[in-house]
């Protein structure tokens, strides 16, 4: 039998928005680094009430996003106007601006109470398993084979 690795090594969850009912108009995703990966993928999903939201990929030279230092990633904006549903942003690190690492989500225009969670996914392409790159808040990995 040839070996094949889990999903689980393959793929990291780099950042998330837990699953929130929103209590301002704007969610953002935890920061990351993109030096290990060669792709990431944004997954957001919304309620089946859900009204509209603006997707920014925002990226940085450090890990502090504050008011002034982050940039939109060219060609990755989005509006979300669908009820019950998922939205996909795939990133390349090749188009990351020069000098630029760092990497989040934010959404804004939402409406106070709206439900929605992120996950992002990232591969490995330097060093494996790409579950050492999980976040902490990463409590359980189970698989059947």
Same mark, same amino acid.
Request: aromatic fraction near 8%.
């Given at each position: ?41 944004? /997954? ?67 409406? /106070?109470?709206?439900? /929605? ?23 359980? /990995?189970?698989?059947?084979?």
């Amino acid at each position: 039998m040839t070996y094949c690795e889990r999903l689980s090594e393959q793929l990291a969850i780099v950042a998330t928005i837990d699953p929130i009912a929103l209590t301002g108009t704007v969610a953002v995703s935890d920061a990351f680094v993109m030096t290990n990966h060669r792709r990431v993928l944004f /997954i957001l999903q919304t309620e089946a009430a859900f009204a509209s939201a603006s997707v920014l990929i925002q990226e940085n030279v450090a890990s502090a996003f504050t008011a002034g230092t982050a940039t939109l990633l060219t060609g990755t904006t989005g509006t979300v106007v669908g009820n019950a549903s998922q939205y996909l942003y795939e990133v390349s690190a090749a188009a990351l601006s020069a000098g630029f690492t760092w990497l989040r989500a934010s959404l804004t225009g939402m409406t /106070i109470g709206d439900l /929605i969670s992120m996950v992002v996914l990232a591969d490995v392409d330097r060093y494996k398993p790409a579950s050492q790159y999980d976040l902490a808040s990463v409590d359980v /990995i189970q698989s059947t084979a």
